[in-house]
């Protein structure tokens, strides 16, 4: 069996832009209807909904089947989780609240063997080497994973560029909610200031010729984001289109369905 190709990472060295929609809901069910829907990748996130490595390996084998491209964002950059992740088959991890040179190179070291890493072996347990059937994996796996960065705070847009420069950064991602709140703009990121920050990141993230993502769910933010150089932008948030929706399904019958209908001002 050959080392599964990372389609993701290989789409990152390309010009068109990527769309992503985020997964919150934590089941595989949900997972493979947004992995049928035709984006180009889906963020399972282990930050800020309630997954865990179990709940995380069901959606990663319930998307397998389909062409989107699973994005795994753990709750912290710890080594031991990041080994646990990859051992069950994640190829992209997205790291939260990197804001130095020096954090971005020990998340490379964790998502590597030694003696460039320090990852621990699991061999035959793991899903990643399809339970021994992967040739080599040890010596290869390193050519097949993704590692994302994510830049949400004014150190980190200061470090940008010797964050991007790190070798085995694949990529950055910036959070608007948690750089306009750092900022002093409470989830905010219409502020110039924000707008400046975000800005700088992504010219400095290109300058070191890596990609750049952000998240984005209005519309006119995304095409000016893209417009901007970012090549893969999350569109959409699973719980936020449910709500949405659902609100919006309600009002056509209530009148007073719509008292609550305007989302937050965050996302």
């Known amino acids: 069996m050959h080392l599964p190709h990372n389609a993701f990472k290989a789409a990152l060295k390309q010009a068109q832009p990527r769309y992503g929609i985020w997964a919150g809901m934590c089941t595989p ?35 397998a089947a389909y062409g989107s491209q699973p994005v795994v964002r753990p709750v912290t950059g710890d080594p031991v989780l990041i080994k646990q992740l990859l051992d069950v088959g994640a190829q992209t991890l997205m790291v939260p609240m990197v804001e130095t040179a020096e954090q971005a190179a020990a998340l490379v070291q964790a998502m590597r063997y030694p003696p460039h890493g320090i990852r621990g072996v699991g061999g035959g347990l793991t899903r990643a080497t399809r339970w021994d059937a992967v040739p080599d994996y040890i010596r290869n796996a390193h050519q097949e994973l993704c590692l994302i960065v994510q830049i949400e705070s004014r150190l980190g847009v200061q470090n940008a560029a010797a964050i991007a420069a790190v070798e085995g950064v694949d990529a950055v991602f910036i959070g608007p909610a948690d750089l306009s709140t750092g900022l002093g703009h409470a989830g905010d990121a219409s502020q110039p200031e924000v707008q400046d920050a975000i800005r700088q990141a992504i ?65």
């Open 29 to 63: 069910y949900t997972a493979e209807i947004l992995a049928g829907l035709g984006y180009d990748w889906v963020l399972l996130d282990g930050e800020h909904a309630p997954n865990t490595v179990p709940t995380l390996l069901g959606q990663l084998q319930a998307m």
């Open 203 to 267: 010219d400095a993230t290109r300058a070191q010729g890596k990609a750049c993502g952000i998240l984005a769910p209005r519309e006119e933010d995304a095409r000016r984001y893209l417009d901007w150089g970012c090549q893969f932008v999350a569109v959409g948030i699973d719980i936020s289109l449910l709500r949405q929706a659902a609100q919006a399904n309600l009002a056509r019958y209530r009148d007073d369905a719509g008292a609550s209908k305007a989302p937050g001002g965050v996302y």
